[in-house]
């Protein structure tokens, strides 16, 4: 079983600035694309920020220039780095990952989620 757990949620200041991190665990053999979603309150969840094994990002309208998706692949481990941080970035962060478990050919992803981590900015 893999878990993915995320840290570094708080309640921040309009301007202000958060660092997510999350930390997968278990068995893993590869990680895949990591990625950031956040659900915001009465909202369907959205992919924020995505990062691939090769180090190639994407990141939704919302956030382009204000957040930074980065990876430590020799710690199993995604970051998100939030600056300039407005009352609409509240919500919910979930981390994301496509994870093989066992080697093989072909190798099998399978999806895992974090269990959030909840991002307050006030105004």
């Known amino acids: 079983q893999v878990q993915l757990v995320e840290s570094g949620g708080g309640l921040v200041q309009a301007g202000g600035s958060l660092r997510l991190s999350c930390a997968a665990s278990g068995r893993i053999f590869s990680i895949d694309d990591m990625h950031w979603f956040r659900q915001a309150p009465g909202n369907q969840r959205e992919s924020i920020a995505s990062?691939?094994?090769?180090?190639?990002?994407n990141y939704a309208d919302s956030v382009k220039g204000r957040f930074t998706i980065s990876r430590d692949s020799a710690k199993n481990a995604v970051y998100l780095q939030m600056n300039s941080l407005k009352p609409e970035d509240t919500g919910v962060y979930f981390c994301y990952a496509r994870v093989a478990v066992v080697a093989g050919q072909p190798l099998y992803w399978y999806q895992y989620w974090g269990q959030g981590t909840q991002v307050t900015v006030s105004s």
């Open positions: 990062i691939t094994s090769g180090g190639t990002t």
